[in-house]
């Protein structure tokens, strides 16, 4: 069984950073991708950054040149670094992993606010 488990997420004001992780309970380098979505209240689940095996990374266009997603496969951790966060980036953030389906982590909420 795989379990991801994120940490990291804070209330934060507008313009500041935080790094979010997540830890999977096996090694990451099984998995073909992993990746982090967010959802906002009263909002669907929307996909914020993806990276593949071979280390390809994907962003929405909302936090691309904000975002900056990594992978420690040492440490089986993937990292969303966030940098100039701004209230639209309140959600809570779920990592994810695929091999064969997709695995998902409980979440850790993110607010951005004065």
């Known amino acids: 069984q795989v379990q991801l488990v994120e940490s990291g997420g804070d209330l934060v004001q507008p313009g500041g950073s935080l790094r979010l992780s997540c830890a999977a309970s096996?090694?990451?380098?099984?998995?073909?991708?992993m990746g982090w979505y967010r959802q906002a209240p009263g909002k669907q689940r929307e996909l914020v950054a993806a990276?593949?095996?071979?280390?390809?990374?994907d962003y929405a266009d909302s936090v691309n040149d904000r975002f900056a997603i990594s992978r420690d496969n040492a440490k089986n951790t993937v990292y969303l670094q966030m940098y100039s966060l701004k209230p639209e980036d309140t959600a809570v953030y779920f990592c994810?992993?695929?091999?064969?389906?997709?695995?998902w982590g409980q979440g850790t909420q993110v607010t951005v606010s004065s």
């Open positions: 994810y992993a695929e091999r064969f389906r997709r695995y």
């Open positions: 990276i593949t095996l071979g280390g390809r990374t």
């Open positions: 096996g090694s990451i380098a099984s998995f073909n991708a």
